[in-house]
């Protein structure tokens, strides 16, 4: 009876030591949420909980800048828009330009009744090239042409077409030629194919003239063969324009 009474006080006493030490437990060290229980700081949600910041989808959600198409994969913008090619400018459209052209050349007159005669030639003219369109211009000229068989002393004005760039281009320019040969008048007119190489500064020109004379009472076909220097264009060169 005695030793049963001793295991049944062993026994009470290890529960309530038990017991203590849980309280004890309970009391200095209170549970906490596990992590992922826990609010993130400031009461937010946690981050896998949290939206992108300002609201917006997630990274993995947005398209990233190298899913999106390459510039060379995108079509050029509309013909004449504000970004075509060059900022705001067609680029294949030459641009204005005042040409000044010194042309020094031969000439060889065909008269009925004799062989050619050559002669030298020599014209100086005003002009304005306006781009029109792409790789397309137009071309307009005044000046004094001068030819020292007869002599002559003429006027001649003409107009023409351009194609190609500012650089390079080739075209026809058909002028009236009204002047004086031999103390008398002199009328007539000219085709010429015309290169004009490095912004128009040299030029190489072909020609043929039909001239009528009064003084002769009739007409001659000439062939003028010509290069021209544009001193406007390598002084805009010089001034970096």
Known sequence: MMRTSTQLLAVGTVFLST???SLAQAQYYPQQPYPYQQPYPYGQPAPYQQPYPYGQPAPYQQPYPYQQPNPYQQPYPAYGSPNYLDAGTNSRKPKHQLTLRVSPGASFHFIPGSSAKPAFALDAALGFRAGVASYTSIWTEAGYSYDT???GHFVAVGVGPLFGTNQTSVGILEKLVIGDVAGGFA??????????L???GLAAEVGHQWIYSNVAGSGHNELRLQVSVDPITFLMRFLGR
């Not at 009328?187 to 004009?196: A, D, K, T």
């Open 198 to 200: 490095y912004n128009g």
């Open 149 to 151: 068989l007869g002599p």
């Open 187 to 196: 009328v007539g007119p000219r085709s010429s194919l015309v290169l004009m």
């Open 19 to 21: 017991l203590h030490a």
